[in-house]
Every structure is written in structure tokens, then in C-alpha cells.
């Protein structure tokens, strides 16, 4: 479904109890994925349940308030909406080109943050962040 590739880098915004994120991790043998947990027993849980990969970190955070930089994630999965400031901040920490997945019925919020190339795939919903464009000089 998520089609990675060598040296993704997913940001898993909903990664709860770390089941998910572990069957993601799984299909980036060479890349990263980071998950974001609601409190300190799930932190505990997802890492405990992933413990023996070593490509996947769980942080303490809010979609709203990643704490990662700009332009680093290839991929952004939500199992839930995002508030407008959560999708912004998607935006934000997603690399040129990156894709974000979320639940079909988001489409007019996701053209108003800026993505493009947005696309419905049964239950889930996909939008690009567009390369920015240059000047032609």
C-alpha cells in the first residue's frame, strides 16, 4: 500500500501501542520510521513492541507539534484527521516530494496546506508536497 523504498523516512503520526509502526518498520529494511505516541504507557508499549528493530524510534508528541526538523520525512501515515495546525506541521517536516496518507474525506483541507496530487485509494486518501518552484532566469 505505502509502496517505501530503500531510505524512506515515515513518520507514523497515531502509532498508539507501536503494532502498526512495527508492520510498517518491517517493510524498510534501510530506512526510519519514527511514530508518535499520546502519553508514557503507549511510549512504553510501542517500544517494547518493536524493541528488537533497529529502525524504529517512538517519541512522546502531538501531530501538532512534531519535534523533528523541516523536510525530513518521505512519508506521513494518519490512522485518524488531523486538525488543520496538525496537517501544517506535516507539511513542515515533510521532504520535497514527500506523501501524506490519511482517511479518505480530507481532500479539500489537504489543497488548502498546499499539497498536490491528491488522490483517493479506498479508505485512505494521498497528497504530494510539491518541489518548490523556481524563477526561470
Known amino acids: 500500500m505505502f509502496d517505501f523504498r530503500p531510505g524512506d523516512r515515515v513518520l507514523d503520526l497515531h502509532a498508539a501501542d507501536g503494532q502498526a509502526s512495527r508492520e510498517m518498520a518491517l517493510q524498510l ?23 528488537e528493530l533497529d529502525n524504529t524510534f517512538f517519541v512522546e508528541a502531538a501531530p501538532s507539534e ?6 525530513y520525512f518521505s512519508h506521513a501515515i494518519a490512522r485518524k484527521p488531523l486538525t488543520a495546525a496538525g496537517l501544517r506541521e506535516v507539511y513542515r517536516v515533510l521532504a520535497e516530494d ?30 504530494r508536497k510539491p518541489r518548490p518552484t523556481t524563477a526561470a532566469g
Do not use: C
Open 98 to 127: 514527500g506523501l501524506i496518507f490519511l482517511p479518505a474525506g480530507e481532500e479539500s483541507v489537504l489543497h488548502e496546506t498546499g499539497f498536490v496530487d491528491i488522490k483517493i485509494a479506498g479508505d485512505w486518501l494521498t497528497g
Open 29 to 51: 529494511p534501510e530506512g526510519v520510521l519514527v511514530g508518535l505516541v499520546s502519553g508514557p504507557d503507549l511510549l512504553h508499549q510501542a517500544r517494547a513492541n518493536t524493541r
Open 66 to 71: 512534531i519535534p523533528w526538523k523541516e523536510d
